[in-house]
Each structure stands twice: as structure tokens, then as C-alpha cells.
């Protein structure tokens, strides 16, 4: 089951008293200060892809551009979809 949460991912995590295990979890959108994005990316990534980023961003609108690139660095994206899986 597939659950819209703005808990922030951190495998495993078991939350609450429902005994939810998270699966996965997938970043929506980006926060819109550049400067965020950029430490993020560089800091995982390299400086090569902030270059990158940048090139995707300035040919794509940020609708399409940014579920994607929220899907890759989750912990900056405002809203998280994370896969529960309920623990025994």
C-alpha cells in the first residue's frame, strides 16, 4: 500500500504503534531554492551533477523536472510517498 506522508525516509523505519515497516519512499517536487538542490546534488553526486541538473531545469519545466529530481534526493522534497509494508 502506498501512503502520501511527510514523514522524512529513513530505512527502516517502523512507525508508531502500527507496526508500518517503509519499503521505499519517493520525493515530490524540490524545494525552490536552488542553492539546496545544488549542496545536495554535490555532496551525493559531484559538481558534474549540478551541471547536469542545471541543463535539465532550464529545458524542462519545472512540473516534469522536479517530481523527478524530488524522486532522487527525498530528503529535500516538501512531500514524500512511501511504501509501508505492516511488521509481525
Do not use: H, K
Not at 527502516?12 to 520525493?27: H, I, T
Amino acid at each position: 500500500m502506498t501512503v502520501l506522508s511527510t514523514v522524512p525516509p529513513r530505512a527502516p523505519l517502523v512507525v508508531g504503534s502500527a507496526r508500518l515497516l517503509v519499503d521505499e519512499a519517493c520525493g515530490l517536487g524540490l524545494p525552490r531554492e536552488p542553492a539546496e538542490v545544488d549542496r545536495a546534488l554535490t555532496t551525493r553526486f559531484g559538481a558534474a551533477a549540478v551541471e547536469l541538473v542545471g541543463a535539465i531545469r532550464r529545458r524542462c519545466p519545472a512540473d516534469l523536472a522536479d517530481p523527478v529530481l524530488g524522486s532522487v534526493l527525498v530528503e529535500l522534497a516538501p512531500r514524500v510517498v512511501c511504501a509501508y509494508r505492516r511488521t509481525r
